[in-house]
């Protein structure tokens, strides 16, 4: 945005600042703040508006230091802004806003005005007090919070009720039942799981939430510790989680809203992953370019800062029939929560979101993929999650580079290359292990010192190695016992001779190596998931050929 010198008749308007351990609020009077826009950024502030000759006048305020731009927000009213700045650096004073004391400004910067929050004085609490409590109203009993407003700010409840409970949690990849309580507050900024998107995460106190899930209109907050009826709950939010679902659940409605105003593709559900996320489209296949051209129109509305804003509509609204909706779940109580997306999208929604599309940072459609019944299924990351892939390729590109030697422009060609090397050495492997087996057969047959038992275990073997082998020694009255692969991990493994022997051995076998195996006209083979005790398995069966030489003579 250009910088334009203000007209000599602009009148500065009037702030008001509060230093707080956490966070710095303000509180701008102006003339109309309707046409007043606000740029938060890391280390500055943007304000622009227009003159009633629709001249832009525009303004910079740099901060003392640092802050959490995506933890910060700014609110209207008729005649004043306030806006909260989370600093970074917490518990640390700002002896002033901005470190340029002397720029001259439209927006005046009244340090007359600065309160500090080591000093505490009184004069002026009440009005950042007013403005707290502002924050907090917006989610008292009976109106549902609007989700894309709260961050990390603790938040202040009740304990209604407590209960024993299980809940099954995943560890390790395996799902193990763990106990514990559900709790149920007087009202939570947690939001539970619904509507495709997974739970918040949190605090009770120091107590942390493990999952949130909705009973009707009630929140259940799944704890490991008691909490005493009746008390008090300070109530934080994983903010991390929090924002990335925030991110995802946001760039979902917008690619979908376009999808369908561009190619008229229908979304028919959609998942937020852990790593990524699918939105189902109505349609066996998209067409070349399509992707692209959504990708493009998605992150340009990005740029134009496109505002999200949230109603609460009554049932009987005859707004809500213009809204886009898949329909109400059976137990849905209260108010209609429509996410409105500005001249993109209005859609009935009860999940988290942003409050302005360029807080999404950035959308990638990954591609697409042939989904169920004739569906589309449409791969993308949003926000965060575009940066934290492109790390990690980039990681992987400069490992590729290291290990192939060549520019990441040569990766594939090198892979190739190397693939179809691995291809001609293992079919050279092949034939040589072929040839080795033949040959080992061969000097067993031959040792006229030679027994009733053949045992031999290698570990670049495969079946087709074993088979030949007991084909070519020959099993009528000969019991072989072949196995291969790794000796502390999993292999295979083929026991044959004569069919008495296998068949009352077989079984026995497999149970010792810990695997599976199935038996047919004195040959019996499997999966063995202990090789280690293959010498349990060679004892046995040699201890068995022995009792039965005895008892032959």
Known sequence: MPKITRPDDAQPARALWFDRKKYVTINFMVQKSKDLVVDIQDHKMILSCKTDDDINIYNEIYFYDKIQKFDSRERRYDRTINVLLRKVKENVAWPRLTKDTEKPSWMAVDFDNWRDWEQEENEGMAEYEHYMDMLQDMSKKGQAPAMDDLDDLDFITTVVSCCPAELK??????????????????????????????DDRGWIGSVPVLRVTRQGSEAVHFVESALEVGSEARLKVDWERRFDHMQQHSGQHLVTALADAMFGYKTTSWELGRQRSTIELDTPAVKPGEMEALEEAVNQKIRDHTPVTVQLLSLDDPAVEKVRSRGLPDDHAGPIRIIDIEGVDANMCCGTHVS???????????????????????????????????????????????????????????????????????????????????LIAQNFKNNPSRGKFFCLHRKDGDNEFMNIIANEIGTEDTVVFLTVGDEKGMGLFLLTGPVVIVEELGPRVAELLEGKGAGKKGRFQGKANRMVRRGEAESLLQEHIRHRSAEEE
């Open 169 to 198: 949690l995943e560890n390790g990849g395996k799902k193990e039942k763990v106990k514990g309580f559900n709790v149920i507050l007087t009202d939570t900024v947690l939001f539970p799981e619904g509507g495709g998107q997974p």
């Open 356 to 438: 302005n599309l360029s807080h999404l940072q950035v959308i990638k459609i990954l591609g697409t993929e042939k989904g169920k019944k004739n569906k589309t299924n449409l791969i993308f990351l949003v926000g965060n999650r575009v940066l934290k892939y492109a790390e990690k390729g980039y990681s992987t590109e400069r490992s590729l580079t290291s290990l192939l030697k060549t520019g990441a422009d040569d990766h594939v060609e090198a892979v190739d290359k190397l693939q179809k090397s691995v291809k001609v050495l293992q079919k050279n492997n092949l034939n040589l292990l072929r040839d080795m087996a033949v």
